[in-house]
């Protein structure tokens, strides 16, 4: 349905709703009874009209992005949300987010990381909050290092919380063949993980990447990824539930780039046969 329709039908339901809530004590209960409710309920009434208004100013105040998004015109809404983020420096989160997204549908990596320049003269804090984003458009443009050291950055100063950016960290530590600096996050990430989809591949990877890539670490690699292996099965038994755990996280763009990882992370976890991933 467009988003218009949505707007429109939106607004009928509310208005007719309003409508029959304020009006039905007129024709049930007489004007005396009627009177008396609108005396004190008016308040109500105000402040479901302010809602309402504000709901409506916010959409139509957004027309153009909510069109561009229902006709899929990534060129058009790139420049759009470029104009109102870069040149009219509106830092909001919804609004770098959704450029950078959009960066990303269009496999602009570069787009990306310009961005990132920008907020970190402008707005760090935006920087911060979508640090995977980047992170990942770096790999994505071949630039391991910059990648890196956007997460180590993070890792100096706050401490890298979101396990996704732990793993990515990981992942770019290994791009570069740097086996060892890779090695010690990823037994943590396997042990100890919350997130079965991120704990899934530190094993995969363990068991793959370091095993081969480092001898004198390949038992307590192996050790590491058999014990996520039961973590993970504790809580997702069988692959029908570990689909429904992909599912649910395939909506973010840094899952579904790594598709392929995660088939070979199943397989590994439920013992398929197959030939895992390797770096």
């Known amino acids: 349905m467009k988003f218009k329709s949505i707007f429109i039908l939106f607004n009928v339901v509310i ?7 304020f009006l039905m004590p007129f024709f049930a209960l007489g004007a005396e009874f009627a009177l008396n409710f609108w005396k004190t309920s008016w308040p109500l009434g105000l402040l479901l009209l302010i809602i309402l208004a504000v709901l409506d100013g916010f959409f139509l105040s957004n027309s153009k992005l909510f069109e561009l998004l229902e006709r899929e015109d990534w060129p058009a809404l790139v420049q759009y949300l470029e104009n109102r983020v870069i040149k009219q420096r509106r830092y909001s989160q919804r609004l770098v987010k959704l450029l950078i997204h959009s ?4 496999s602009d990596s570069q787009g990306v990381i310009n961005l990132e320049s920008v907020l970190k003269k402008e707005k760090p804090s935006l920087l911060s909050g979508n640090r995977l984003l980047f992170g990942l458009s770096h790999i994505l443009k071949g630039d391991h290092e910059g990648a890196t050291e956007l997460f180590l950055e993070q890792e100096r100063t706050k401490g ?3 396990e996704w950016e732990r793993w990515y960290l990981c992942f770019a530590l290994l791009l570069q063949k740097q086996f060892a600096e890779a090695s010690d996050r ?3 990430l396997a042990r100890d993980g919350q997130d079965s989809l991120v704990c899934a591949l530190s094993a995969l990877f363990l068991w793959d990447t370091i095993q081969r890539a480092l001898p004198d ?3 307590s690699a192996r050790e590491a990824a058999e014990i996520a292996k039961t973590r993970i099965r504790k809580t997702l038994p069988d692959r029908n ?8 996280a395939q909506s973010d763009i840094h899952v579904i780039i790594l598709g392929k990882s995660l088939e070979d992370a199943a397989r590994f976890i439920y013992e398929e046969t197959s030939e895992h991933a390797h770096v």
């Open 241 to 248: 539930a570990w689909n429904k755990e992909l599912k649910k």
């Open 186 to 188: 990823l037994v943590v």
């Open 160 to 162: 890298l919380k979101n």
């Open 15 to 21: 208005i007719l709703s309003f409508g029959f809530v």
């Open 217 to 219: 670490k390949a038992a």
């Open 103 to 106: 960066y990303l549908v269009m």
